[in-house]
């Protein structure tokens, strides 16, 4: 016999512990699913924020040392003046900078919200929000109204 048609044979308490149990699964899996959405999004902000982090080591590390060596070596190759020697070396390096900065840019612009879970909380809580209670059985011979029926907002 299916859970369907046994459902007339269960108590209301019976029923509520069921619909609570469904409720939590529920939930527990629109959790689960915006988790791996974000995970997923978390990846791609590190891989990003590494690149940005990349680019800014190059910058203050290497264009001290590397800088005066190239431009000597720019000096000994060519009969450039010394002063444009090194300004060739530091557009070098602003160039190698642009690069990776407009690969993180590429990357932090993939990052979106966890749409799937988004979208589902919202179906969720429009379906929850259309559930209407069950008529009540008279009380010492007096109907319920559905007014005298107070309902949670969450």
Known sequence: MSAAEDSGNR??????ASATTELSALVHDEIAL??????QDAKRAAFGSGAIIGAAVLFLFSLPVLSFALAYGFRAWTDLG???CFLIVGGIY??????????????????????KSIDSAKRT???????KPH?????DGHPVVVADVTRSSV
């Open 94 to 115: 602003w160039l190698l900078g642009l690069i990776l900065a407009s690969f993180a840019i590429a990357k932090f612009k993939k990052v979106k919200p966890p749409q």
């Open 82 to 84: 010394l002063v444009w």
């Open 34 to 39: 915006a988790k791996a959405e974000i995970r």
């Open 11 to 16: 108590s209301l308490g019976q029923l509520v």
């Open 135 to 139: 008529p009540r059985a008279a009380v």
């Open 125 to 131: 809580a429009a379906v929850l929000s259309n559930v």
